[in-house]
């Protein structure tokens, strides 16, 4: 079974950044379509960007749009989200996920599915921005 586990979170001021890893255990990162989503206290989780990761075709947000960048490296089998000019209201935490690729989720597909669609979840790393 999938493992995740999120690391890179921190304190920044507003307009910082911060660069989040997502490290895959358990198979390879390539058949899985995978996303960052992110929770502030009071609301709901909310997709930040997503990735299909045998293309390196991603989804963004549009509030994120310009501003934040998935990459991959699949040697170490670890997704990373470079976050740029954050903004107070980004602080959140932040949690990595994942679907295998084979359950529907090629292609287009990936970057359709929504929060329950992703059965691995990893334990989520903080991110805070404030002045």
Same mark, same amino acid.
Request: charged share 15%; aromatic share 12%; net charge positive.
């Given at each position: 079974q999938v493992q995740l586990v999120e690391s890179g979170g921190g304190s920044v001021l507003p307009g910082g950044s911060l660069r989040l890893s997502c490290a895959v255990s358990g198979d390879t990162l390539s058949r899985y379509c995978m996303g960052w989503f992110r929770q502030?206290?009071?609301?709901?989780? =909310?997709?930040? @960007?997503?990735? #299909?990761?045998?293309?390196?075709?991603?989804?963004?947000?549009?509030?994120?749009?310009?501003?934040?960048?998935?990459?991959?490296?699949?040697?170490?089998?670890?997704?990373?989200?470079?976050?740029?000019?954050?903004?107070? =209201?980004?602080? @959140?935490?932040? #949690?990595?996920?994942?679907?295998?690729?084979?359950?529907?989720?090629a292609g287009s597909r990936c970057y359709m599915a929504r929060l329950s669609d992703f059965p691995y979840w990893g334990q989520g790393t903080q991110v805070a921005v404030s002045s």
């Amino acid at each position: 079974q999938v493992q995740l586990v999120e690391s890179g979170g921190g304190s920044v001021l507003p307009g910082g950044s911060l660069r989040l890893s997502c490290a895959v255990s358990g198979d390879t990162l390539s058949r899985y379509c995978m996303g960052w989503f992110r929770q502030a206290p009071g609301k709901e989780r =909310e997709g930040v @960007a997503i990735i #299909y990761n045998e293309s390196g075709g991603t989804w963004y947000a549009d509030s994120v749009k310009g501003r934040f960048t998935l990459s991959q490296d699949n040697a170490k089998n670890t997704l990373h989200l470079q976050m740029n000019s954050l903004k107070s =209201e980004e602080a @959140a935490m932040y #949690y990595c996920a994942a679907v295998a690729a084979f359950r529907g989720y090629a292609g287009s597909r990936c970057y359709m599915a929504r929060l329950s669609d992703f059965p691995y979840w990893g334990q989520g790393t903080q991110v805070a921005v404030s002045s």
